[in-house]
């Protein structure tokens, strides 16, 4: 089913045979030398990502973006019902953006049985970080994301560093089952006082918006410190929980320095790290994140 609005160029698709045809025509219009992106997304759109979208029209002839909630991402008792899906409002977006292809599937037409029926799983690093507090998570993802890039078939697909440990899932992924695409990483996105854009911080009351800003001091912690010259990851981590647990409003679920590809803890920053937090501000479950570069070699105490 083709969904065609009166004043818009942007094509809604909602079944996969149908996504599947546009991006052939979408092709076809460019010949060989098209590139096409995926913005794959669940949603309740905000400034992160339309700079993944603007990335991606930079980049590439056609832009194709997806809105699912995927419920195989979700734990029993996380927000999946509540998991905002302002529609309309996020066609407009994307209308004003000139997306060219937006595909917003039901859950029966991704998984015709209701959930999945077959799995892509990566056991090891899927465990780490989200994953160890959320079972099942990336595992979820993985196979939501491959079918996309099935479906699609994009030369280039764009993510959002927020989603650091979601990224490096998807990048060993995309290694492991050889998939004939790029990943584009794009910068976190954040309020004037370093506030992370999400789409569940509408859930926040103005009391937990202001806790919330913990996350973000504790990373600016760390990075003064790295610059300083700490590299020892002990007393940086230290740094980050004395700052998060000096917030009331914050329950830390992990505060990390991990190696940015495999997500394996590290001792020294070294040639490089990335810092992760996630926490529960209220019933609300934050991540950030920042990569801190190389350390200054002899620098380090």
Same mark, same amino acid.
């Given at each position: 089913m083709t969904i065609m609005p009166e004043v818009?160029?942007?094509?809604?698709?909602?079944? @996969?045979?149908?996504m599947r045809k546009a991006c052939v025509h979408a092709r076809k219009r460019f010949g060989g030398r098209c590139k096409l992106g995926l913005v794959p997304t669940m949603g309740a759109l905000h400034e992160g990502h339309l700079s993944l979208i603007r990335a991606a029209k930079r980049e590439c002839d056609v832009v194709a973006v997806s809105?699912?909630?995927?419920?195989?991402? *979700?734990?029993?008792?996380?927000d999946f019902e509540r998991y905002p899906r302002p529609m309309e409002q996020d066609c407009a977006l994307l209308e004003a953006e000139?997306?060219?292809?937006?595909?917003?599937?039901?859950?029966?037409?991704?998984?015709?049985? /209701?959930?999945?029926?077959?799995?892509?799983?990566?056991?090891?690093?899927?465990?780490?970080?989200?994953?160890? *507090?959320r079972s099942g998570h990336f595992r979820g993802v993985a196979t939501v994301v491959a079918k996309l890039f099935h479906i699609v078939g994009p030369d280039?697909?764009?993510? /959002?560093?927020?989603?650091?440990?979601?990224v490096a899932v998807l990048r060993a992924m995309v290694r492991e089952l050889d998939f004939?695409?790029?990943?584009?990483?794009?910068?976190?996105?954040?309020?004037?006082?370093?506030?992370?854009?999400?789409?569940?911080?509408?859930?926040?009351t103005a009391e937990q918006r202001s806790d919330a800003l913990a996350l973000w001091r504790s990373l600016t912690a760390?990075?003064?410190?790295?610059?300083?010259?700490?590299?020892?990851?002990?007393a940086l981590r230290h740094a980050m929980l004395c700052v998060l647990e000096a917030s009331a409003g914050v329950r830390v679920e992990y505060a990390d320095i991990v190696h940015p590809d495999t997500l394996l803890p590290l001792d020294h920053i070294g040639e490089g790290a990335l810092v992760a937090v996630?926490?529960?501000? /209220?019933?609300?479950?934050?991540?950030?994140? @920042?990569?801190l570069p190389p350390a200054i070699e002899g620098s380090g105490r």
């Open positions: 818009s160029t942007m094509d809604i698709l909602t079944s @996969i045979e149908d809105i699912f909630v995927n419920p195989a991402q *979700f734990a029993p008792g996380e000139e997306v060219d292809l937006l595909f917003a599937p039901s859950v029966r037409e991704m998984y015709p049985h /209701g959930a999945p029926q077959a799995f892509v799983d990566l056991p090891e690093i899927g465990g780490r970080l989200d994953g160890q *507090f280039l697909a764009f993510f /959002g560093q927020k989603d650091a440990a979601q004939p695409l790029q990943m584009r990483v794009c910068p976190t996105v954040r309020e004037a006082d370093g506030l992370a854009l999400s789409s569940r911080n509408r859930y926040l760390v990075r003064v410190l790295a610059e300083a010259g700490k590299s020892d990851t002990n996630a926490a529960h501000v /209220g019933t609300t479950r934050l991540i950030d994140n @920042i990569l």
